[in-house]
């Protein structure tokens, strides 16, 4: 089957970095997506990563390991308006998006 | 770039009744549009995925006949709840993406749909 491991929740402080892990199993693959969420509102587009490594953009990077099935998102410097719950997403053989439920980031001050 | 907008933002109907949810993509068009449920704490569940032109996919256990979508043009996909009920209450997000099946989807700012 298909599926997604990110952890359920994480809290941060304002002005740190946090890594938010996910691992996952598709029927192929053809990259990986992160979207964050805020609390009632759609998914906004983050990063795309279809190689091995690292893709930095400003204060959010996103790595990526095709052999074990694994990626993060690494956000520097915290604001908090980063709280809000972080998507992975990879994108299977029929180019359809597989989500899981997020991580939800809580910065505190 | 990349925008797309859905209309309307907010609906509360009674059940029994019909509910029309429109998708735009503002300065992209879009090949294909795909259309999304999603429950409270719950993940992005996919409901059906449409190209301009031709009749949409729908994700297994979605009911064709209740979900009415219709991608009449490059910019516009539609999504009617038809006989709403109780249950169909939920926030419904589409999103669009520009090209190859390998194009970023982006979303729209979702519809939340009550039903009485």
């Known amino acids: 089957g298909q599926n997604i491991d990110q952890p359920t929740e994480m809290t941060a402080t304002e002005g740190a970095i946090v890594q938010i892990n996910c691992t996952y199993q598709t029927s192929g693959f053809n990259g990986l997506f992160w979207y964050q969420q805020h609390a009632g509102e759609a998914p906004t587009f983050l990063s795309y990563?279809?190689l091995d490594g690292l893709e930095e953009k400003g204060r959010f990077s996103s790595f990526l390991s095709r052999s074990k099935g694994y990626s993060y998102l690494l956000l520097k410097e915290l604001q908090m308006k980063d709280s809000a719950s972080y998507l992975c997403a990879p994108m299977d053989s029929n180019y359809q998006l597989i989500w899981g439920a997020g991580t939800k980031l809580i910065i505190k001050p | 770039g990349a925008v797309v907008s859905q209309h309307p933002s907010r609906v509360i109907c009674k059940s029994g009744t019909s509910v029309k949810i429109e998708c735009r993509s503002l300065d992209f068009q879009a090949t294909t549009m795909f259309w999304y449920r999603q429950f409270p704490k719950q993940s992005l569940m996919l409901m059906a995925t449409s190209n301009e032109g031709s009749k949409a996919t729908y994700e297994q256990g979605v009911e064709k006949d209740k979900f009415l979508i219709n991608h009449a043009s490059l910019t516009l996909s539609t999504l009617t709840v038809t006989s709403a009920h109780p249950e169909d209450s939920s926030f419904y997000i589409c999103?669009?993406?520009?090209?190859?099946?390998?194009?970023?989807?982006?979303f729209g700012p979702g519809t939340r749909l009550l039903v009485l």
């Open positions: 999103s669009a993406s520009a090209g190859t099946s390998l194009e970023t989807q982006y």
């Open positions: 990563n279809v």
